[in-house]
Every structure is written in structure tokens, then in C-alpha cells.
């Protein structure tokens, strides 16, 4: 049984100092990016930006880079790979968060990026964030 978020936010012991300032998610399902969202926070995370489209997204990091994000590959009508070619090329690291498992294409130039399966435990969200915070 996964541990709930208050489970996962009173077992965190974050100074901040571990984990990215700034994070974005990219995420059209409003009720998975307020359970990310609370769940950066609760890792110490300072300022959390969520945003469901490929435009918004786009327009978010041209207003404020972010230090790492977190990208649904799937969302409404379209993929999240145009904000991962412009994550790559700021040489911000992200992570592939996704529902469907290995059916999901990632494009070649992206094999390498890792992935968060959906619902994706606190744990490997965690990880996620330290092996960012190690580069």
C-alpha cells in the first residue's frame, strides 16, 4: 500500500538544500498536479509552477527557466516532447511522467530521459529530484 502524502510529507526531512529550487509541471489532469505539487512542497521545494499545455509551458520557461520538471507525456490533444526539446536545449533536466507504461513512444533523441510511472510513489519522485540535484 502506497503511504498517503501527509504519510510522505511527515517522513520527509528536507533542508531544501537536496532538491531544486524551482520546478514546473506540465500535467492536464488538475487533481495528479495538485498531489505533485504537494508532495515538491513537501520534499522542501521552494516554488512549484504547474501548467497543462505545450504553449503554456513553453511561455513559462521563457518567463522564468525552471530547475527541473516534471512532463506528462500525454496531454490533451497533444505530447509534451516540444517542451522537452526545449528543456534539453536550456540544459534543464526533466523527467517523463506517464500513465501508460512501455506502449508510450518516446522519441529516439529522448530514450535516455527517465521516466515516473503513473501514480508514481513518493519514493521514486524523490529520487527523481535528488538525482537532479547530484548533476
Not at 498536479?33 to 520534499?43: M, N, S, T, V, W
Not at 521552494?46 to 520557461?61: E, M, P
Not at 490533444?77 to 526539446?85: D, G, H, L
Request: charged letters at 30%.
Amino acid at each position: 500500500m502506497q503511504p498517503s502524502i501527509d504519510e510522505t510529507m511527515q517522513r520527509a526531512s528536507f533542508d531544501g538544500s537536496d532538491v531544486p529550487a524551482d520546478v514546473l509541471i506540465v500535467e492536464d489532469d488538475p487533481i495528479i498536479a495538485i498531489d505533485f505539487e504537494e508532495r515538491l512542497l513537501g520534499f522542501g521545494v521552494k516554488d512549484v509552477r504547474t501548467v497543462a499545455s505545450v504553449a503554456r509551458a513553453l511561455d513559462a520557461i521563457t518567463d522564468r527557466a525552471p530547475d527541473f520538471a516534471l512532463l506528462d507525456v500525454e496531454l490533451v490533444r497533444e505530447t509534451s516532447f516540444a517542451i522537452a526539446e526545449r528543456l534539453v536545449a536550456l540544459k534543464i533536466p526533466f523527467v517523463f511522467v506517464t500513465g501508460y507504461g512501455a506502449e508510450t513512444r518516446i522519441p529516439p533523441e529522448f530514450a535516455g530521459v527517465p521516466r515516473l510511472q503513473k501514480p508514481c510513489s513518493s519514493d521514486a519522485m524523490e529520487a527523481a529530484l535528488r538525482a537532479r540535484a547530484s548533476r
